[in-house]
């Protein structure tokens, strides 16, 4: 095993260029650097889409079942789960673990693989992605942070509203979206050509991640109606489940006040075990907030992180190398078990 050891975000912050001009960043990154107007239309339309496309889809698939206009199969489950397990893959190992936190060393191949299925999760496009989640981790839970529930007044409707807002609602506020200055904290990732070709060719990925099920559907049943419903179940359902109902609860639930908080972090992230096999170990997401250069979620036995696993499989492929593991005695040191009420007083102090 070639795993070394990370530090803690607290000891060394994410090595995040800080005085790079954005002038640096290359001509036509559409569509994180278009600005003005178009910027704020761009926003919206894609918002809209990611709000309301995904819940739309899943109603017409229960109307058209429940008209007995198909019968559910296994396609259409397999083609959903696998598309979930492929774009998670891309998000969490790709996105999160290698291009936010260079928290391992990848291949080229495997570095553009998991850049190509996690433009196909419909979260973003690669860069800007990798952007947003570095300015969470700088802020968290403070004013600049992205998408904090915590950022709201005190109340109950007021923590209902924080919820909503980290969320979904983030993503219609262009000061979380495209907060001045943003392209700052991801000037390294501009610099590898290999990302910023699938930067540019976001759509292309986007659509295949609704084509590719689609074909795959239609090749099995044998039918323009089996392609309807691999891309029906393979595209928008499968981005709701993973969206809606899992990865996104990443920013919501997992910095509620739900979970258990192992660590003493300055923020208000949480471990909620119900999460992390949908996310891929990422609900382990105080114990991330602990060690954010760390490859692995998982600080116990019993901490289950699927994709720590697949890091090693990819590891033994020889497509996946140097994984940094929180050093033992930076955990013993940072851990805490102190009552998580006293914890979020004393946060609120
Ligand atoms: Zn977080
Ligand atoms: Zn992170």
């Given at each position: 095993m070639h795993a070394i050891e990370a530090e803690s975000l607290e000891d060394t912050e994410l090595d995040v260029p800080g005085?790079?001009?954005?002038?640096?960043?290359?001509?036509?990154?559409?569509p994180c650097t278009v600005s003005g107007p178009t910027a704020l239309v761009a926003d919206r339309v894609f918002a809209f889409l990611v709000t309301f496309l995904p819940p739309l889809a899943v109603g017409l698939a229960l109307v058209l079942l429940g008209l007995g206009w198909y019968r559910l199969s296994a396609i259409e489950l397999g083609l959903m789960l696998g598309m979930h397990l492929l774009c998670v893959i891309g998000v969490e190992?790709?996105?999160?673990?290698?291009?936010?936190?260079?928290?391992y060393e990848a291949h080229r191949a495997a570095k553009v693989v998991l850049a190509v299925l996690g433009s196909m999760?419909?979260?973003?496009?690669v860069i800007w992605w990798a952007a947003t989640h570095r300015k969470h981790h700088r802020y968290s839970d403070k004013?600049?942070?992205?998408?904090?529930?915590?950022l709201h007044p005190a109340g109950a409707w007021h923590v209902f509203r924080g919820f909503v807002h980290a969320h979904i609602?983030?993503?219609?506020?262009p000061a979380s979206m495209r907060?001045?200055?943003?392209a700052r904290y991801v000037t390294d990732l501009y610099r590898d050509s290999d990302l910023l070709k699938i930067q540019l060719s976001y759509f292309a990925w986007l659509a295949a991640g609704f084509v590719i099920p689609g074909a795959i559907g239609g090749a099995l049943h044998g039918s323009w109606k089996g392609a309807f419903l691999g891309m029906l179940y393979g595209g928008p359902v499968r981005v709701f489940m993973m969206n809606?109902?899992?990865?996104?609860?990443?920013?919501s639930v997992t910095h509620s006040r739900l979970g258990s908080r192992p660590y003493a972090t300055s923020d208000r992230s949480s471990n909620v075990p119900l999460l992390a096999i949908p996310t891929l170990g990422q609900s382990w997401h105080n114990n991330h907030h602990a060690f954010?250069?760390?490859?692995?979620?998982?600080?116990?036995?019993?901490?289950?992180d699927i994709g720590d696993w697949i890091l090693r499989a990819l590891e033994c492929a020889n497509l996946v190398s140097n994984r940094r593991r929180p050093a033992g005695h930076r955990m013993a040191k940072k851990k805490t078990y102190l009552p998580r009420s006293k914890m979020n007083h004393e946060s609120d102090g």
């Amino acid at each position: 095993m070639h795993a070394i050891e990370a530090e803690s975000l607290e000891d060394t912050e994410l090595d995040v260029p800080g005085d790079v001009p954005e002038a640096e960043v290359p001509e036509g990154a559409a569509p994180c650097t278009v600005s003005g107007p178009t910027a704020l239309v761009a926003d919206r339309v894609f918002a809209f889409l990611v709000t309301f496309l995904p819940p739309l889809a899943v109603g017409l698939a229960l109307v058209l079942l429940g008209l007995g206009w198909y019968r559910l199969s296994a396609i259409e489950l397999g083609l959903m789960l696998g598309m979930h397990l492929l774009c998670v893959i891309g998000v969490e190992l790709g996105f999160h673990r290698l291009f936010s936190h260079r928290s391992y060393e990848a291949h080229r191949a495997a570095k553009v693989v998991l850049a190509v299925l996690g433009s196909m999760a419909f979260e973003g496009p690669v860069i800007w992605w990798a952007a947003t989640h570095r300015k969470h981790h700088r802020y968290s839970d403070k004013q600049g942070d992205p998408h904090s529930p915590h950022l709201h007044p005190a109340g109950a409707w007021h923590v209902f509203r924080g919820f909503v807002h980290a969320h979904i609602g983030w993503i219609w506020v262009p000061a979380s979206m495209r907060p001045p200055g943003w392209a700052r904290y991801v000037t390294d990732l501009y610099r590898d050509s290999d990302l910023l070709k699938i930067q540019l060719s976001y759509f292309a990925w986007l659509a295949a991640g609704f084509v590719i099920p689609g074909a795959i559907g239609g090749a099995l049943h044998g039918s323009w109606k089996g392609a309807f419903l691999g891309m029906l179940y393979g595209g928008p359902v499968r981005v709701f489940m993973m969206n809606h109902l899992t990865y996104w609860c990443i920013n919501s639930v997992t910095h509620s006040r739900l979970g258990s908080r192992p660590y003493a972090t300055s923020d208000r992230s949480s471990n909620v075990p119900l999460l992390a096999i949908p996310t891929l170990g990422q609900s382990w997401h105080n114990n991330h907030h602990a060690f954010p250069s760390a490859s692995t979620m998982s600080h116990a036995w019993w901490q289950i992180d699927i994709g720590d696993w697949i890091l090693r499989a990819l590891e033994c492929a020889n497509l996946v190398s140097n994984r940094r593991r929180p050093a033992g005695h930076r955990m013993a040191k940072k851990k805490t078990y102190l009552p998580r009420s006293k914890m979020n007083h004393e946060s609120d102090g």
